[in-house]
Antibody, heavy 121, light 110 residues
Framework: QVQLQESGPGLVKPSETLSLTCGVSGYFISGAYYWGWVRQPPGKGLEWIGSVHRSGNTYYNASLTSRLTMSVDTSKNQFSLQLSSVTATDTAIYYC??????????????WGQGTLVTVSS | QTVVTQEPSFSVSPGGTVTLTCGLTSGSVSTTSYSSWYQQTPGQAPRTLIYSTNIRSSGVPDRFSGSILGNKAALTITGAQADDESEYHCALYLGSGIWVFGGGTKLTVL
């Protein structure tokens, strides 16, 4: 069974960098899937942040691309998110997810439990 | 900017059938939008119900089905049960690795 688990600080100061890691078990991250981050501000809907492949190929939400870096560490079977220059509007529950990205089949299939990140001084 | 539209709320009677939709402010949803649907209850992570328009995720009962209706993606729940009361999110693939989610539909079963 594929499982994903987010980890990282729950509190980040404004203007600093938010860093999260998603550990994957039950599947080698070096496989064919993409790996993504989705966030949900309190009381609001889901927002796709970006996706990364083991090859290093990335796709980012255009509204975040200037502040965003995603990477994969195959040796640790995990992938990471860094979002710089955060403000209160980045306060959200951050979810990691596995993304099916085959030629004729696409979608998010497995999700982590989510981690709340609050931006506050 | 592309926006995905969903009904903010919907209600269904126990045992009834409901169809939630997912559209685009500009353009039509088709199979190449690879529409997907996620169920979320308060305090929980999203649970994948449907991806690639109509593929049910492992363990999802067959009373949940996905389709394209006109120019929108649709999620139909037949024989609604009390524990179907949740928020339902759709996501669409815009191409070039880009995804966008709708604002979610709050489904009430009463």
């Amino acid at each position: 069974q594929v499982q994903l688990q987010e980890s990282g600080p729950g509190l980040v100061k404004p203007s600093e960098t938010l860093s999260l890691t998603c550990g994957v078990s039950g599947y080698f991250i070096s496989g064919a899937y993409y790996w993504g981050w989705v966030r949900q501000p309190p009381g609001k809907g889901l927002e796709w942040i970006g996706s990364v492949h083991r090859s290093g190929n990335t796709y980012y939400n255009a509204s975040l691309t200037s502040r965003l870096t995603m990477s994969v560490d195959t040796s640790k079977n995990q992938f990471s998110l860094q979002l710089s220059s955060v403000t209160a509007t980045d306060t959200a529950i951050y979810y990691c997810a596995r993304i099916v990205a085959a030629a004729a089949t696409k979608g998010f299939d497995y999700w982590g439990q989510g981690t709340l990140v609050t931006v506050s001084s | 900017q592309t926006v995905v539209t969903q009904e903010p709320s919907f209600s269904v009677s126990p045992g009834g059938t409901v169809t939630l939709t997912c559209g685009l402010t500009s353009g039509s949803v088709s199979t190449t939008s690879y529409s997907s649907w996620y169920q979320q209850t308060p305090g929980q992570a999203p649970r994948t119900l449907i991806y690639s328009t109509n593929i049910r995720s492992s363990g999802v009962p067959d009373r949940f089905s996905g389709s394209i209706l006109g120019n929108k993606a649709a999620l139909t729940i037949t024989g609604a049960q009390a524990d179907d009361e949740s928020e339902y999110h759709c996501a669409l693939y815009l191409g070039s690795g880009i995804w966008v989610f709708g604002g979610g539909t709050k489904l009430t079963v009463l």
